[in-house]
């Protein structure tokens, strides 16, 4: 590999839906492999077999390209390194595997659940940190080949240094240090045949060339493990970064207890991509100005490692809404429309009349969040008489000014060829001189003829749904 080919991967496992997290790690990497013209490349850790979720994979390609991260290399693209899925790469595991047993780095470990368990007890009782006691650690060889022989099922653990310290240097925190003595005796291959993540990811690391491993904090603590296998191989290994944390609001970490945390569950409910993206990218790293909005093109160019935070970073959906709004204004009204329809559909609205739902986008949209907030809006604009939101609604319309502004209001709309939002401010002024009734006396008792509600979209916004006739008719219908 050449000294300046930036290879990055994005190692998801195939579990269910694509994390916000797990979005966040794959826009970092794709942002720092486009930032310096290397590759970016979709990998997939399906190792641990008891966790596959029929259907993730097909997920997780899917919102990746929805989010706009296309994929150099990976599953359903290609490249010279594959196969992309590391079920499919068992035999090199287990190459690799007896190549460590070989060399003494690496052995066999026979011991039962049962037993592992026990010894777990034991050393939480005696207030110890559970780890493996290496039991199996110095077995003859003879041992060995008469428990194989047997057919005892077995593991292949890593031979942890027992003295000395593991350094290594992160892009984000510096240098880190890690005692040996706190190293676990990691499994390296499991009963199953199957690798777990610590070897399949340091061989296929090293295979599929890769130069800089950008995860997230939580791989912090497996580090040192991974950086005496390379050493075991006799491999120099990547450059690490360790992006921070995703935290809830009250900082404990990210989790669905307090809100969604997939981001097919944002895109659901109508949030945009480009929405998504830019926030997702500020959450950690930020570009040392004060500007907030960004299109994917301008991360790249602005996206440095040197800039991503330690400390770990807030989820705030308040200000993912105020970022979607944002995008939402940007917005034609057409493509806005467009884009509500499914929601209006879904609850049953009557979306057939196009214009008509033009004109209802039209008069909700500043409202907006995002899409699926459209149906809190709306219902104004289907019923087929106005229902009062309360008492205080209802008396208002009774009071002599407000019968004055109906009379006076019906009178001039009567004279008026049609009513729209071109119109409706000069049919009111003229009300308003005849009446002299002015300001919320005179648009309160309109709004709530016309709506059955107090606050809601610009007046002669709903004027424009409504049209002539059913303006009249509803006013009728208050007197």
Same mark, same amino acid.
Request: proline fraction near 4%; glycine fraction near 6%; include cysteine.
């Given at each position: 590999?050449?000294?300046?080919?930036?290879?990055?991967?994005?190692?998801?496992?195939?579990?269910?839906?694509?994390?916000?997290?797990?979005?966040?790690?794959?826009?970092?990497?794709?942002?720092?492999?486009?930032?310096?013209?290397?590759?970016?490349?979709?990998?997939?850790?399906?190792?641990?077999?008891?966790?596959?979720?029929?259907?993730?994979?097909?997920?997780?390609?899917?919102?990746?390209?929805?989010?706009?991260?296309?994929?150099?290399?990976?599953?359903?693209?290609?490249?010279?390194?594959?196969?992309?899925?590391?079920?499919?790469?068992?035999?090199?595991?287990?190459?690799?595997?007896?190549?460590?047993?070989?060399?003494?780095?690496?052995?066999?470990?026979?011991?039962?659940?049962?037993?592992?368990?026990?010894?777990?007890?034991?050393?939480?009782?005696?207030?110890?940190?559970?780890?493996?006691?290496?039991?199996?650690?110095?077995?003859?060889?003879?041992?060995?080949?008469?428990?194989?022989?047997? &057919?005892?099922? +077995?593991? %292949?653990?890593?031979?942890? !240094? $027992?003295?000395?310290?593991?350094?290594? @240097?992160? =892009?984000?925190?510096?240098?880190?240090?890690?005692?040996?003595?706190?190293?676990?005796?990691?499994?390296?291959?499991?009963?199953?045949?199957?690798?777990?993540?610590?070897?399949?990811?340091?061989?296929?690391?090293?295979?599929?060339?890769?130069?800089?491993?950008?995860?997230?904090?939580?791989?912090?603590?497996?580090?040192?493990?991974?950086?005496?296998?390379?050493?075991?191989? &006799?491999?120099? +290994?990547? %450059?690490?970064?360790?992006? !921070? $944390?995703?935290?809830?609001?009250?900082? @404990?970490? =990210?989790?669905?207890?307090?809100?969604?945390?997939?981001?097919?569950?944002?895109?659901?409910?109508?949030?945009?991509?480009?929405?998504?993206?830019?926030?997702?990218?500020?959450?950690?790293?930020?570009?040392?100005?004060?500007?907030?909005?960004?299109?994917?093109?301008?991360?790249?160019?602005?996206?440095?490692?040197?800039?991503?935070?330690?400390?770990?970073?807030?989820?705030?959906?308040?200000?993912?809404?105020?970022?979607?709004?944002?995008? $939402?204004?940007?917005?034609?009204?057409?493509?806005?429309?467009?884009?509500?329809?499914?929601?209006?559909?879904?609850?049953?609205?009557?979306?057939?009349?196009?214009?008509?739902?033009?004109?209802?986008?039209?008069?909700?949209?500043?409202?907006?969040?995002?899409?699926?907030?459209?149906?809190?809006?709306?219902?104004?604009?289907?019923?087929?008489?106005?229902?009062?939101?309360?008492?205080?609604?209802?008396?208002?319309?009774?009071?002599?000014?407000?019968?004055?502004?109906?009379?006076?209001?019906?009178?001039?709309?009567?004279?008026?060829?049609?009513?729209?939002?071109?119109?409706?401010?000069?049919?009111?002024?003229?009300?308003?001189?005849?009446?002299?009734?002015?300001?919320?006396?005179?648009?309160?008792?309109?709004?709530?003829a016309l709506t059955g509600e107090m606050h809601g979209p610009e007046m002669p916004l709903i004027a424009d749904v409504f049209g002539k006739d059913e303006c009249i008719k509803r006013l009728k219908a208050v007197l």
């Open positions: 590999m050449s000294s300046t080919t930036v290879r990055v991967r994005f190692a998801p496992s195939p579990t269910g839906y694509l994390h916000v997290g797990g979005l966040r790690t794959a826009l970092f990497n794709y942002l720092f492999a486009k930032h310096n013209n290397g590759k970016f490349i979709l990998r997939i850790e399906d190792t641990d077999q008891n966790r596959f979720v029929v259907g993730a994979l097909e997920n997780l390609i899917g919102a990746l390209k929805k989010m706009g991260l296309d994929f150099d290399e990976g599953v359903g693209v290609g490249g010279d390194f594959g196969p992309y899925i590391q079920s499919e790469r068992k035999a090199l595991y287990h190459k690799h595997a007896d190549e460590l047993i070989n060399s003494g780095k690496a052995y066999y470990c026979f011991c039962t659940s049962e037993r592992l368990e026990e010894v777990r007890q034991k050393q939480i009782a005696e207030k110890r940190p559970p780890m493996y006691d290496r039991h199996c650690r110095e077995l003859t060889q003879d041992e060995i080949k008469e428990k194989l022989d047997q &057919g005892i099922p +077995h593991v %292949i653990r890593m031979k942890i !240094p $027992l003295t000395g310290e593991v350094n290594f @240097t992160d =892009l984000i925190r510096g240098e880190v240090s890690f005692s040996c003595k706190i190293l676990d005796d990691q499994v390296l291959v499991k009963s199953d045949g199957f690798p777990t993540y610590h070897l399949a990811n340091v061989v296929d690391d090293h295979l599929m060339e890769i130069s800089h491993i950008i995860r997230g904090e939580e791989w912090l603590p497996s580090t040192p493990k991974h950086v005496l296998l390379y050493k075991a191989f &006799g491999w120099n +290994h990547p %450059i690490f970064a360790h992006l !921070p $944390l995703l935290l809830n609001p009250d900082r @404990t970490k =990210l989790s669905k207890r307090q809100g969604d945390v997939a981001v097919e569950d944002y895109l659901a409910k109508g949030y945009l991509p480009e929405a998504i993206i830019n926030f997702v990218a500020l959450l950690g790293w930020n570009p040392g100005s004060e500007k907030e909005s960004f299109t994917l093109k301008e991360l790249i160019d602005s996206f440095s490692i040197e800039r991503v935070q330690k400390a770990g970073a807030v989820f705030d959906i308040s200000k993912l809404n105020w970022m979607n709004a944002h995008y $939402l204004k940007e917005l034609s009204n057409r493509d806005l429309t467009g884009l509500c329809i499914p929601f209006l559909k879904e609850k049953n609205y009557d979306t057939s009349d196009y214009d008509k739902t033009l004109k209802i986008i039209i008069a909700v949209r500043t409202h907006l969040n995002f899409v699926a907030e459209v149906t809190n809006y709306v219902d104004i604009f289907f019923r087929p008489s106005v229902v009062f939101e309360n008492q205080e609604a209802e008396d208002l319309t009774k009071t002599e000014t407000s019968k004055k502004v109906y009379l006076s209001l019906l009178e001039i709309m009567n004279s008026e060829s049609s009513i729209g939002k071109e119109n409706f401010k000069g049919i009111i002024k003229k009300v308003q001189e005849q009446t002299g009734v002015k300001g919320k006396d005179l648009f309160m008792p309109v709004r709530i």
